[in-house]
């Protein structure tokens, strides 16, 4: 059985601060990793994927996530957080083989404090 | 390219009742996959249709269907309105090929059930 786990509700993170939001899955097989953004009454804008290749992938307005294989783990950082990050960030995962349908955290609730 | 579009933005119905909703995909994207949203459940995969079949389906009760059209555009039906099913029904494509697998998805449907 897939299934992701972000154990952070929250993350208050001030301007200009890196942030960090964590994510870890559970998959059989190699997975397919996504981050996705979603903004109060809009549906979920897709941040970046790790689908192969380099470890350290590289996504949308400087986002970018390791993929750790060792520590099934895709956390997702940024240099330098900005207030216009703040939002609610999910983290998913899929299969490579067989069903394409993502399984979603519970979603991370970023608060950047200027 | 236009994103992934959703109609109608906004519903209220009755218990009881039945509902319709519908979703035009990127273009050349051919897979469809409809999630339902809500703050106790979290975003919940429903089923995936790709060239007018449905490939996967989630947990829900057969109140919940689906089907696709030759222009790969998408249709959710839910009978018998619950209370329960109060929810963001967000529709999402994907192009399915080589090293694109993430999923777009549109603003959402807010259905409110009274």
């Known amino acids: 059985a897939q299934s992701v786990a972000q154990p952070e509700d929250q993350v208050n993170v001030a301007e200009g601060n890196p942030l960090t939001v964590k994510c870890t899955y559970s998959?059989?097989?190699?997975?397919?990793l996504f981050w996705y953004v979603q903004y109060p009454n809009r549906g979920l804008q897709f941040l970046l994927k790790?689908?192969?290749?380099?470890?350290l992938v590289k996504g949308s307005y400087g986002f970018e996530a390791e993929f750790n294989k060792s520590q099934t783990s895709f956390h997702l950082k940024k240099p330098s957080a900005l207030v216009s990050d703040s939002a609610l960030y999910f983290c998913a995962v899929r299969r490579r083989l067989g069903a394409n349908n993502l399984f979603f955290g519970t979603g991370t609730r970023l608060t950047v404090i200027p | 390219k236009a994103g992934v579009t959703q109609t109608p933005r906004y519903l209220i119905k009755t218990r009881g009742q039945q509902v319709t909703l519908s979703c035009s995909p990127i273009?050349?994207?051919?897979?469809v996959s409809w999630y339902q949203q809500t703050p106790g459940q979290g975003l919940q995969f429903l089923f995936e249709?790709?060239?007018?079949?449905?490939?996967n389906k989630g947990n829900f009760p057969g109140r919940f269907s689906g089907r696709q059209f030759s222009n790969s555009r998408s249709e959710m039906n839910v009978s018998t309105l619950e209370l329960g099913d109060s929810a963001l029904y967000l529709c999402?494509?994907?192009?399915?090929?080589?090293?694109?697998?993430?999923?777009?998805f549109g603003p959402g449907t807010r259905l409110t059930v009274t």
């Open positions: 273009s050349g994207h051919r897979s």
């Open positions: 249709y790709f060239s007018e079949t449905q490939r």
């Open positions: 998959v059989s097989g190699n997975p397919y």
């Open positions: 790790y689908i192969t290749g380099d470890n």
């Open positions: 999402a494509s994907s192009l399915e090929a080589s090293g694109s697998y993430e999923q777009y």
